[in-house]
């Protein structure tokens, strides 16, 4: 019999064929997937962070069959639906001070974010940072610089973005005294004020508070703290993308937590429905009044099923797992700072609760992408799922639902160590 991989290759174009493995999963539970030729594999991707409760919780199935006994499609722009307004409800008690907006995915909620900036600030201009990952339609991929193979096809993007630099200070452009944010990123502000655009231009500056794709880089609190302030000071709306960083997967319900700083508009997606497709727009209730009927829509967006399934996820998160995210971040961030002692081509062990990576790397920090991929393979044979991130794939990312245990997290790590014995033997 053809494997899903097989048949996939006759009728799905190259642009949608998997990128990571060939694998075909028929089923998921919890922290496992199982394959179409018979594998368990412990799944420390989660379909890219997209679920954070695990594979086909049960209370997310049962939320997610009632509310499909009642109601598959309401269409938000036509009615209202109790799922709908219930999980808007939650959020903003959880958030604080906020209105919701809900769409599909995280590159819908990027161009909802940067849409609601300019409708609220009536100004042009949007700032983004090199590293980031914002998404794949047009507007979303015109803020990001993770990697110049999303943009390489379809420049002539939508104008009025300009980039900053981010502040990685593993790889920092300036030198780092003391493990402090140097001020050349701040002070970069300055000179593209003086020199590219007028701060009273700029409608927002959007980050991510850890970077995804670039690779999984938090930057220094003061920084984020300086972020705000400069905002502040200009009228710019400070947007946040949390699309993969947020719903309990730093060990916080949102990333922004960690550096106690508010943004006026934050995007997020992934685990925030429990696997379905679910995405949002937070906003400042006084900047979300400012967004009119009709300035922005869509016809699934806050699907009935997709928002019952986030209702019951959230109340997962909120009553136990997220705690247990940071509490397991912690225990598993110990264990490969341990395996980093081991294998020094380790450069780095970074990240937040379950957002965690290693960076794979030769003498000065070169990136050592051959290695990675031979790593992932090597475990991915001995059934564990993971997949790589950053502008030169060389990190491996960790990322498994906010209910894994100590244990699944020491199956892992043997794993993994087992894997960089035989890649480097
Ligand atoms: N923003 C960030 C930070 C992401 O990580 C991603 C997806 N990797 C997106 C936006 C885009 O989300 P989606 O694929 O749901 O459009």
């Given at each position: 019999m053809?494997t899903?991989?097989?048949r996939?290759l006759k009728?799905?174009?190259?642009v949608g064929m998997?990128r990571?493995?060939?694998?075909?999963?028929v089923?998921?539970i919890?922290s496992?997937i199982?394959t179409d030729?018979?594998r368990k594999?412990?799944?420390?991707?989660?379909g890219?962070g997209?679920n954070n409760?695990g594979?086909?919780h049960?209370?997310?199935?049962?939320?997610?069959?009632?509310q499909?006994?009642?109601?598959?499609h309401?269409?938000?722009?036509?009615?209202?639906y109790e799922?709908?307004?219930?999980l808007?409800?939650?959020?903003t008690?959880a958030?604080?001070?906020?209105?919701?907006?809900?769409?599909?995915?995280?590159?819908e909620?990027?161009?909802?974010?940067?849409?609601?900036?300019?409708?609220?600030t009536?100004?042009?201009a949007?700032i983004s940072?090199?590293?980031?990952?914002?998404g794949?339609?047009?507007?979303?991929m015109?803020?990001?610089a993770s990697?110049s193979?999303?943009r390489?096809?379809?420049?002539?993007m939508?104008?009025?973005?300009y980039?900053?630099h981010y502040?990685?200070?593993?790889?920092?452009?300036?030198?780092?005294?003391?493990?402090?944010c140097?001020?050349?990123?701040?002070?970069?502000?300055?000179t593209i004020?003086?020199?590219?655009v007028d701060p009273?231009?700029v409608?927002?500056i959007?980050?991510?508070p850890?970077?995804?794709?670039?690779?999984?880089?938090v930057?220094?609190?003061?920084?984020?703290?300086?972020m705000r302030?400069?905002?502040d000071?200009?009228g710019?709306?400070?947007?946040?993308d949390?699309?993969q960083?947020g719903?309990?997967?730093?060990?916080?319900?949102?990333?922004?937590?960690?550096f106690?700083v508010k943004?006026?508009i934050?995007?997020t997606a992934?685990g925030?429905?429990?696997?379905?497709?679910?995405?949002?727009v937070?906003g400042k209730k006084?900047v979300?009044?400012?967004?009119l009927p009709?300035a922005?829509?869509?016809?699934?967006?806050?699907n009935?099923v997709?928002?019952a399934a986030g209702?019951?996820?959230?109340?997962?998160?909120?009553?136990?797992?997220?705690?247990?995210?940071?509490a397991?971040g912690q225990y598993?961030?110990?264990q490969?700072?341990?395996?980093q002692k081991k294998?020094p081509v380790?450069g780095?062990?970074?990240?937040?609760g379950?957002?965690?990576?290693?960076?794979?790397?030769k003498?000065?920090?070169v990136?050592?992408?051959?290695?990675?991929?031979?790593?992932i393979?090597t475990?991915?044979e001995?059934g564990?799922?993971?997949i790589?991130?950053?502008?030169?794939?060389?990190a491996?990312?960790f990322?498994?639902?906010c209910?894994?245990c100590?244990?699944?997290?020491?199956?892992?790590?043997t794993?993994l160590d087992?894997?960089f014995?035989?890649?480097l033997?």
């Open positions: 053809e899903l991989y097989e996939a009728v799905i174009p190259p998997a990571y493995t060939k694998l075909g999963v089923k998921g919890g496992y199982y030729d018979g594999i412990l799944d420390f991707v989660m890219i997209a409760v594979h086909n049960p209370l997310v199935v049962e939320a997610a069959r009632k499909m006994e009642n109601l598959i309401g269409g938000h722009n036509v009615v209202y799922s709908y307004v219930a808007a409800e939650k959020l008690e958030v604080g001070d906020s209105m919701i907006y809900f769409s599909n995915s995280g590159s909620a990027n161009d909802g974010a940067i849409k609601l900036a300019k409708c609220a009536e100004r042009p949007i940072f090199m590293g980031a990952f914002h794949r339609t047009m507007g979303a015109a803020l990001t990697n193979a999303y390489k096809h379809y420049e002539g939508i104008p009025s973005i980039f900053a502040p990685d200070l593993y790889h920092s452009v300036v030198p780092v005294a003391d493990g402090k140097p001020d050349f990123y701040m002070d970069q502000f300055k004020f003086d020199t590219i009273y231009s409608a927002g959007i980050m991510e850890e970077q995804g794709e670039g690779g999984y880089i930057p220094p609190k003061e920084f984020v703290q300086f302030d400069l905002c000071t200009y710019i709306m400070l947007i946040f949390e699309v960083c719903n309990g997967r730093t060990g916080k319900l949102y990333c922004q937590e960690h106690g943004p006026d934050f995007s992934k925030i429905g429990a696997g379905f497709p679910l995405s949002a937070f006084d979300m009044e400012k967004w009709g922005h829509g869509g016809t699934f967006g806050g009935p997709a928002c209702l019951v996820s959230l109340q997962i998160l909120l009553g136990g797992a997220i705690d247990n995210a940071a397991m598993f961030k110990g490969l700072e341990e395996l294998y380790i780095d062990v970074r990240g937040l379950l957002m965690l990576a290693i960076e794979l790397v003498d000065n920090k990136p050592d992408t051959a290695l990675t991929s031979r790593i393979e475990a991915l001995k564990l799922l993971l790589n991130c950053g502008t030169y794939h060389n491996i990312r990322i498994p639902p209910t894994v100590k244990e699944e997290i020491d199956e892992a790590m794993i087992s894997a014995s035989e890649c033997s």
